[in-house]
Nanobody, 116 residues
Framework: QVQLVESGGGWVQAGGSLRLACAAS????????MAWYRRVPGNRRELVAT???????NYADSMKGRVTISRDSAKNTVYLQMVSLKPEDTAVYFC??????????WGQGTQVTVSS
């Protein structure tokens, strides 16, 4: 199993920025994918961004152009830089990892609150 610990959440005014970090307890060098999700109203988890082994990234349409996912394998950490935040971005943000041979893991989440 891999433990994931998110940090960097908090309160910000609309238009502001935050950088979330997800620290893994094991090497992410061979991670098939790492991603950020968020829990939206209705208790559904929505994909925000993914980054794969070769560095390819993918973003939700709702956040494209406002978020950047990156990975620091030396620190076993994945980041989510968010800019131009909107009140509707308010959510709990979760880190996800798929790292062989340990399978998939989720973090506990970090709250992001954007006020208007």
């Amino acid at each position: 199993q891999v433990q994931l610990v998110e940090s960097g959440g908090g309160w910000v005014q609309a238009g502001g920025s935050l950088r979330l970090a997800c620290a893994a307890s094991r090497s992410i060098f061979r991670a098939n994918a790492m991603a950020w999700y968020r829990r939206v109203p209705g208790n559904r988890r929505e994909l925000v961004a993914t980054i794969t082994t070769d560095g390819s990234t993918n973003y939700a349409d709702s956040m494209k152009g406002r978020v950047t996912i990156s990975r620091d394998s030396a620190k076993n950490t994945v980041y989510l830089q968010m800019v131009s935040l909107k009140p509707e971005d308010t959510a709990v943000y979760f880190c996800y990892a798929e790292i062989p041979p340990w399978g998939t893991s989720w973090g506990q989440g970090t709250q992001v609150t954007v006020s208007s």
